[in-house]
């Protein structure tokens, strides 16, 4: 697969678009809404589209932007508050990582299987906004084209290109599941990624977590307090994650318990992201998109991988691949292959 | 603005000051066993503040943490034996939880000696002295490396 | 009065302000650019649009209101200190946008308004001066010119720079702003600068599309129990990155943390938030997306400017920009015009 010329995969994403519109028209028959993605304010934010009906359905696109995990959408079905009715039958479209997200719900038992229906689609990778944002100002790209093996952008009028490898997200060079893990139906075919890039990632999706580890205990310390001093405390990276629903509940507002004070200080921060990734651990599919979200570009996938690494090295279990698992943190086993008891001699 | 510094700057420590170590001890084997240390007179270094928990089973991952984040300088958690708990089967998920987040909190900057979990039954009242000295002075050595 | 001041200068400038003020500008330290403490060396950015407002120079994140100690035997005996919570000290706000300039009007008119006066507010207010930038490149997200403002409006500035390549021209609109710019690095403004930035300023506008907002008070009132709400919060995630990083909001909450000894701290809050409307009772009258989107819609389009005579939105871009779903105001306020 990695051989294919970029025209022919190009083509397939204009292909996918059609085919995509057809399922989605199809599964409105079944459901009350289908999520899909739908032009946004430019070229390289997409947005969320609730389609209902046919002509709804027209405005549907597929292209390399289309980042969002829509599967952050589906527990709003049983929490109070959420935008549908616990009847609504919901359709959504996924990618291979966000069908990881699907799955853990599930496994999660916060979502029903008959409740909604998937529309997987096979990608190749999405371009990182951010990485764009280091290299061009992007509030004035007026447009953005992927053309062999690189991206042209077209800013204040003049021409752009860089090399996919530079722009497409860090978990695209490193995905493992480009074709959905569950779905009703699939458009697309099998997965192809159009790009490994550097051999780094390619290799090992950790790779990133273990330059970070190589750094000494004291310039880590110093590195998470400069970084956490510009959180804003907006817990977009919440809001967005699909396993944040605890809603009323979670301990970064309550005053009963009292967990965290509402300063907004580096440690208050740090200590918010830290309990974050613990009530992640194991549960996290490194989706990004608490990243994405950032107003402040906060690395806080890292945080999440080193969380995932680390339960992965304890229990070999990895979060999102197989609905009938359970969590590995409200289990346990009566002999722990992995874990050493300390000695104290 | 600058956002880091909203605390009050921190006093420095005096020399000869026990570092603050926290304990959280299970009511049915390591509470009773550290207290035996006590009763039999066994020499214990200052600075431990020990807390009580039913069974480790109790330990949300986040005690620890919290501790951490407000300034104690170690952190210690201790429950009977794996296959002992009182509770039957508390200590082993807490197994679990704490070896999760014993191997994260270095990628946040905390020592990996500035926590640690053991299992100390009733009896074991001489473990519990050889833990707790043994701790103190990991954490004494850090303090030291820091000046 | 108008002078201008070399681009290479501008840092010396800033050295010598920084000996007598605290000064606030736009620094990118590793990834977003956030108005931050000014430290030379620190790399400014007078590029890039900065994430937060400067807001934060007069509201902060967080303010503590008071320190307590509770008394020992007696809750008569309880100690309460104010008075060095208001910090004298006289700062600049510098390299801010006409459009965060402009939200300031919205905190004038309710921290220290006709009604109460919020003194934390107040003395640093009073104690800043604000040096504002024109933008001649506008963002995509940018609608200043639809909501009664525009790229070198110099309203609610102290001073507003304007770029002429190599340097800038400063032109002051307050007396105590003069003495800034009666230093050696100035020189004095040329009719040929003066046409110049009015001709940048002029083509900067043009860049701009602007729509109309006449109609909408009207018309939100008439539409509040429209479907029209349902389907434009669909997407929202009911975080607070929007308020949070808007020129104009500036609803806080309070919290006493601490327990015999402690503080009372301001910190800020969005009504975006689920619990933003959660009452003790547990009743909450906000409960959905919709009605939290609606309100924070009409607080800036309807409410306030009924109330006010004002907008409460100076269309920065910044909700549009950093809404993790493009969730988009003007999409939303052109829209209500054609329900």
């Known amino acids: 697969m990695a051989g294919k010329p970029i025209e022919m995969r190009n083509k397939k994403t204009k292909e996918q678009l059609e085919n995509l519109k057809t399922q989605v028209e199809e599964t409105l028959s079944q459901v009350d809404f289908v999520i899909g ?39 709003s079905q049983k ?22 997200a699907v799955i853990q719900l599930l496994q999660e038992g916060i979502i029903d299987r008959e409740n909604f229906k998937i529309i997987g689609i096979s990608c190749q990778g999405k371009v990182d906004v951010k990485k764009l944002k280091n290299r061009v100002p992007i509030e004035r790209v007026e447009n953005a084209e992927i053309k062999e093996g690189s991206i042209e952008l077209t800013v204040d009028s003049r021409g752009q290109k860089y090399p996919l490898e530079e722009v497409l997200y860090s978990k695209c060079l490193s995905c493992e599941y480009p074709t959905p893990l569950i779905y009703d139906r699939l458009v697309g075919g099998e997965g192809s990624l159009r790009s490994k890039g550097p051999k780094e990632f390619a290799q090992d999706p950790y790779h990133d977590v273990e330059e970070f580890e190589k750094k000494g205990v004291n310039e880590r310390l110093d590195f998470w307090e400069q970084e956490f001093s510009r959180c804003l405390r907006c817990y977009a990276c919440r809001d967005i994650c699909p396993f944040c629903y605890c809603q009323f509940e979670c301990i970064a507002q309550t005053r009963i318990p009292h967990w965290l004070s509402q300063k907004t200080a580096s440690k208050e921060n740090k200590f918010f992201h830290m309990f974050r990734a613990m009530h992640l651990a194991g549960r996290c599919t490194e989706c990004g998109e608490c990243e994405r979200a950032c107003p402040v570009d906060l690395p806080l996938l890292l945080l999440h991988k080193k969380m995932n690494k680390k339960v992965s090295e304890l229990f070999g279990y990895k979060s999102g691949i197989n609905p009938k698992l359970r969590p590995p943190l409200i289990i346990f086993q009566p002999e722990e292959k992995n874990i050493e008891e300390e000695k104290w001699e | 603005m600058s956002r880091g510094n909203l605390e009050p700057e921190k006093e420095p420590v005096k020399n000869g000051t026990p570092p603050k170590i926290i304990a959280f001890l299970c009511n049915w084997c390591s509470y009773v066993g550290a207290d035996m240390a006590g009763t039999t007179r066994l020499k214990q270094p200052e600075g431990v503040e020990v807390i009580l928990v039913p069974c480790t089973g109790r330990m949300d991952p986040l005690f620890p943490m919290k501790a951490l984040v407000e300034g104690a300088e170690g952190v210690l958690v201790s429950g009977c034996h794996p296959g002992e708990c009182h509770h039957q089967d508390g200590n082993l998920y807490a197994r679990r939880r704490l070896e999760v987040l014993k191997g994260f909190l270095p990628f946040m900057g905390f020592e990996e000696e500035r926590f640690s979990y053991t299992w100390i039954s009733a009896s074991e009242g001489k473990k519990w002295q050889q833990v707790v000295t043994k701790f103190t002075e990991r954490i004494k050595s850090l303090n030291g490396k820091k000046d | 009065m108008s002078k201008v001041i070399a681009v290479e200068k501008i840092d010396d400038w800033l050295d010598t302000l920084n000996e007598t003020h605290r000064i606030f500008a736009p620094f990118k330290p590793g990834g977003a650019t956030r108005f931050e403490g000014y430290q030379r060396g620190k790399e400014l950015d007078l590029e890039r649009f900065a994430v937060s407002s400067p807001k934060e120079a007069f509201f902060p994140a967080t303010e503590t209101i008071f320190n307590f100690k509770l008394g020992k035997e007696n809750v008569s005996e309880t100690v309460v200190s104010l008075e060095s919570q208001v910090k004298n000290q006289n700062q600049i706000v510098f390299g801010a946008r006409c459009c965060d300039a402009k939200g300031l009007a919205t905190f004038d008119t309710v921290f220290s308004g006709s009604g109460y006066q919020d003194p934390y507010f107040k003395k640093k207010r009073n104690t800043t001066l604000l040096i504002t930038i024109a933008c001649h490149q506008p963002a995509n997200t940018c609608f200043c010119t639809s909501v009664g403002g525009g790229p070198a409006d110099p309203k609610g500035a102290d001073i507003l720079l304007t770029s002429l390549d190599d340097k800038y021209l400063a032109q002051t609109f307050s007396t105590k702003a003069k003495t800034l710019l009666a230093g050696s690095f100035f020189t004095d403004a040329t009719q040929k600068d003066l046409k110049e930035a009015k001709d ?56 006493d943390e601490g327990k015999s000894t402690g503080e009372r701290v301001r910190t800020w809050d969005s009504c975006m938030f689920p619990q933003f409307t959660l009452e003790a009772s547990g009743h909450n009258p906000r409960p959905k997306k919709d009605h939290r989107l609606r309100n924070r819609v009409n607080h800036k389009f309807s409410y306030f400017p009924t109330q006010h005579r004002m907008l409460s939105c100076v269309g920065c871009g910044r909700c549009i920009r950093h809404c993790p779903v493009s969730v988009d105001i003007r999409e939303i306020v052109r829209g209500v015009q054609e329900v």
């Not at chain 1, 934010?45 to 046919?54: D, E, Q």
């Not at chain 3, 434009?232 to 990155?241: T, V, Y």
């Open chain 1, 79 to 100: 929490r109070p508050g959420g935008l549908f009715h616990p009847h609504e039958k919901i359709g959504l479209v996924v990618k291979g990582c966000d069908s990881r």
């Open chain 1, 37 to 75: 993605y739908a032009k946004g304010y430019d070229v390289l934010h997409p947005t969320p589209l609730f389609v209902r009906s046919t002509k709804d359905a027209q405005a549907l696109i597929w292209d390399d932007f289309c980042i969002n995990n829509l599967a952050t959408y589906l527990p």
């Open chain 3, 200 to 255: 940048k300023n002029e083509a900067a506008r043009q860049k701009l599309k602007t729509f109309s907002v006449e109609r909408v008070s009207q018309k939100l009132t008439k539409i509040f129990e429209s479907e029209y709400w349902n389907e434009k919060a669909a997407k929202c995630l009911s975080c607070g990155a929007c308020t949070y990083t808007c020129p104009t909001c500036y609803c806080f909450n309070l919290t």
